[in-house]
């Protein structure tokens, strides 16, 4: 497409979404329903959670399966809190909500047919008390869990499912032997007004906090067509709910999702403060955070959350603990993450697995356990063991030595780990307007890319951090060196101008793909949101895909490290049209082998004020997650570098590629760093496998001295000796001659 035809269509887009806009003035069309962009309300209330909270070695106790599920007499509190203990585990996560509640409700919550007098809440906090464990409760929100069977016997449940536009339940499994399981009725009231009882239910109690499981988990739920529904809907936009079964009416859709979040929100205040007002915290579950259609910033409303689950691979977990530590930092909020995942059918396996099934009991737990904990101990998260279950019956060889290794490390680290900081040579910035484009039904790879980056940079040994968008601003961007936009496809205003500021003052800005080419409501920006400072001007969207691509290096520059003009590299496939201008030079251009096809420029640098960028058309990232090819992480290693200015390393190490590292600056200044010896097994495609990691030996750890520091020690924590260290050119060196899983170096300084 020729750049006037792209201006051309982007004018007749841009008209097309302004016809489905109502209201306006002088005739100039007013978007009814865009992307809220604005920072997310939480009244302040006077409530602070403990401090405890942010450093707490978690414990779950799971009740969708055995001693809960489907008998209760095997259910001993006494039992649950020794094995908590003998984890060194000291809060208790316990779930009273699952298919029954196991506590007596006035919500009218379906109660475990079996549970007569007994009350297994009160059991379990008697039981905590005694033994000094802290606890707090799991509860679901819009979380199905009826069984079709008890809602056809109790036809008063009928308003909590959710009812499809045939006026039908709306199936999401089956269980073998609780049956099939209807979706929640998320947005009518009876659900609703349910799970807020269960709150006030819970407060009557003597525990610490609630745990909601999961705000803005649409994979839980969906539209719901009964006639409460259809009215409420109505009375919200005017709209006919029928217009939600033609999948391309978007106005309908957008509408929707914000009247969801609109009511999500008010239940998360609701819950925040009926919570706060007895002294109770709040965590959510925060694996829906970062999704196009969720409530945007909703983890500032409450006290903490856990990041996703099933993080098979090291970087993936990497990244999302970094982002998740983020997210919490500012307001001093627990950031978590699961250590020992469910294990859960795979695509591909034989049928032991369906239909669906958990299997919280069978696990016995090997290294895998390990590299969670310390993984997401070095990436600034806290790991929380799940689950409790599978000790409790003692099955198999009854494992619980990684978990307790990872605590018991845990506590003694505590005064250099907690609120520790990570010290970054290069920020990735995931960005939330990014996934705004399914508003123009566009699809952004924002997220993949970005965890393309991630491990493009561990095996590169440089030290990275991850950082949404939603928290990017004037101070945080002061101690950033490079800042990595991973097509960042959308970008506001506001960003841009922060980024633009940025770079002039002499900041570093590495832009891929289709970084700033759409707004926070998924509109084309027929410049780029970073045209200046860029240089580059799109001529279009991304061009469809061809074979055989490569990177056809033009003139040779620091940029490209050891790639000179005239060698080629290996390119993305798929490319965005661009012409570079002004003081910006292309470096490559992107070359088709087989057609000899110039198919535009594909790497191009440019300075701006004090500040250099380098913009890539394709995105490198994106193809090394699966094909690892060398020159796609040098190439970005090596643009990374001639961002900083060639300013050194925070650290350096020399060991094999899947050892990463990651640098963390404790609260005295003292410095860590981590080193994961990810080496071994690995099969990317087969889920949660059974890993064993090869032990490392002879890496040599070169952490760069901050100015006016001198290194007292060297102390490898979890090996638990000093080892001898030299001073080279301003870094600490020493030898480690194991690593096993992990190690951290603790470099005690002094002045
Ligand atoms: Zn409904």
């Known amino acids: 497409?020729?750049?006037?035809?792209?201006l051309k269509n982007t004018a007749a887009s841009m008209g097309a979404l302004a016809g489905l806009t109502t209201g306006g003035t002088k005739g100039e069309p007013t978007p009814m329903i865009e992307s809220p962009i604005k920072d997310i309300v939480v009244p302040p209330d006077g409530y602070h959670a403990p401090d405890w909270l942010r450093y707490s070695r978690t414990v779950y106790f799971d009740g969708y399966t055995p001693p809960i599920y489907p008998h209760i007499d095997e259910f001993d509190a006494e039992r649950l809190v020794r094995i908590?203990?003998?984890?060194g585990g000291d809060t208790l996560r316990l779930q009273p909500i699952g298919f029954w509640a196991t506590f007596p409700t006035k919500s009218g919550y379906p109660l475990h047919p079996e549970l007569g007098n007994r009350d297994l809440l009160w059991e379990t906090v008697q039981a905590c008390r005694k033994a000094g464990l802290h606890i707090y409760c799991y509860t679901k929100y819009n979380n199905p869990f009826l069984s079709?069977?008890?809602?056809?016997?109790?036809?008063?449940?009928?308003?909590?499912?959710?009812?499809?536009?045939?006026?039908?339940?709306?199936?999401?499994?089956?269980?073998?032997?609780?049956?099939v399981i209807p979706?929640?009725?998320?947005?009518?009231?009876?659900?609703?007004?349910?799970?807020?009882?269960?709150?006030?239910?819970?407060?009557?109690?003597?525990?610490?906090?609630a745990y909601f499981d999961s705000p803005s988990g649409f994979g839980y739920t969906g539209i719901c067509y009964c006639p409460t529904c259809r009215r409420k809907f109505k009375a919200y936009c005017g709209m006919d709910m029928s217009r939600l079964q033609n999948p391309d009416d978007m106005q309908a859709r957008i509408a929707w999702y914000q009247w969801f979040n609109e009511m999500e929100y008010q239940d998360l205040l609701d819950f925040r403060k009926i919570l706060h007002d007895s002294g109770k915290f709040m965590i959510c579950h925060n694996g829906a955070t970062w999704r196009p259609q969720s409530l945007r910033e909703q983890y500032r409303i409450p006290d903490g959350f856990m990041n996703g689950e099933n993080q098979v691979q090291v970087y993936n977990r990497i990244m999302t603990a970094m982002m998740g530590a983020s997210m919490a930092r500012p307001t001093k909020k627990l950031s978590q993450m699961y250590m020992g995942d469910y294990c859960?059918?795979?695509?591909?396996?034989?049928?032991?697995?369906?239909?669906w099934t958990l299997e919280n009991t069978s696990e016995e737990d090997t290294d895998e356990v390990l590299m969670d904990g310390f993984g997401t101990l070095a990436a600034g998260s806290i790991p929380m063991y799940a689950t409790l279950n599978r000790l409790y019956f003692?099955?198999?060889?009854?494992?619980?030595?990684?978990?307790?290794?990872?605590y018991e490390v845990m506590r003694r680290v505590e005064p250099i780990l907690k609120d520790s900081v990570v010290v970054p040579y290069v920020a990735v910035v995931p960005s939330w307007e990014a996934l705004q484009v399914w508003r123009t039904k566009r699809e952004s790879w924002n997220v993949n890319m970005c965890e393309g980056f991630t491990l493009a940079m561990l095996d590169e040994h440089i030290s990275l951090d991850v950082c949404p968008s939603t928290e990017v601003n004037e101070s945080w961007l002061e101690g950033q060196r490079v800042i990595a936009l991973c097509g960042a496809s959308g970008l506001t205003d506001y960003t841009a101008k922060l980024l633009t500021d940025w770079v002039q003052g002499g900041g570093g800005l590495l832009a891929t793909y289709d970084t700033g080419l759409y707004d926070q409501n998924g509109h084309v920006r027929p410049s780029g949101a970073l045209k200046e400072v860029l240089g580059i001007e799109f001529t279009g969207e991304a061009l469809p895909t061809q074979p055989e691509c490569y990177y056809r290096i033009t003139e040779t520059h620091p940029a490209l490290g050891r790639y000179q003009a005239g060698s080629m590299v290996k390119a993305d496939s798929r490319l965005l049209p661009v012409h570079a201008f002004g003081g910006a030079k292309v470096l490559a251009e992107c070359w088709d082998l087989g057609t000899k096809e110039v198919r535009g420029p594909a790497i191009v640098v440019n300075t701006y004020g004090k500040g250099r960028t380098v913009y890539i058309s394709g995105s490198l990232e994106a193809n090394y997650t699966y094909n690892r090819v060398p020159s796609h992480r040098r190439v970005l290693a090596s643009a990374v570098r001639y961002l900083a200015q060639e300013a050194p390393q925070p650290f350096e190490i020399s060991a094999p590629k899947g050892v990463y590292g990651l640098l963390r600056r404790a609260p005295n200044g003292d410095l860590m760093l981590w080193l994961l010896a990810n080496?071994?097994?690995?099969?990317?495609?087969?889920?949660?496998?059974?890993?064993?990691?090869?032990?490392v030996s002879k890496i040599e750890a070169r952490v760069l001295i901050p100015d006016g520091k001198r290194v007292r020690?060297?102390?490898?924590?979890r090996a638990g000796r000093e080892v001898p260290f030299t001073i080279e050119s301003g870094y600490a060196v020493a030898r480690l001659s194991d690593v096993h899983v992990a190690e951290i170096a603790h470099i005690e300084l002094s002045s």
């Open 679 to 695: 080496v071994g097994f690995k099969d990317a495609d087969i889920g949660r496998m059974r890993q064993e990691y090869m032990p």
């Open 1 to 6: 497409m020729d750049r006037r035809n792209f």
């Open 183 to 209: 979706l929640c009725d998320a947005t009518g009231d009876a659900y609703r007004r349910a799970i807020h009882q269960v709150i006030r239910d819970y407060t009557t109690y003597d525990i610490d906090g």
């Open 394 to 406: 003692g099955l198999g060889d009854g494992s619980n030595r990684p978990a307790q290794e990872v």
């Open 713 to 717: 020690t060297v102390h490898l924590v």
């Open 344 to 355: 859960l059918s795979s695509p591909g396996t034989p049928p032991h697995d369906h239909p």
């Open 148 to 179: 079709m069977r008890y809602v056809d016997a109790h036809p008063e449940y009928n308003d909590w499912i959710l009812h499809g536009p045939d006026g039908k339940p709306s199936i999401t499994f089956e269980h073998e032997g609780y049956g």
């Open 84 to 87: 908590v203990r003998e984890l």
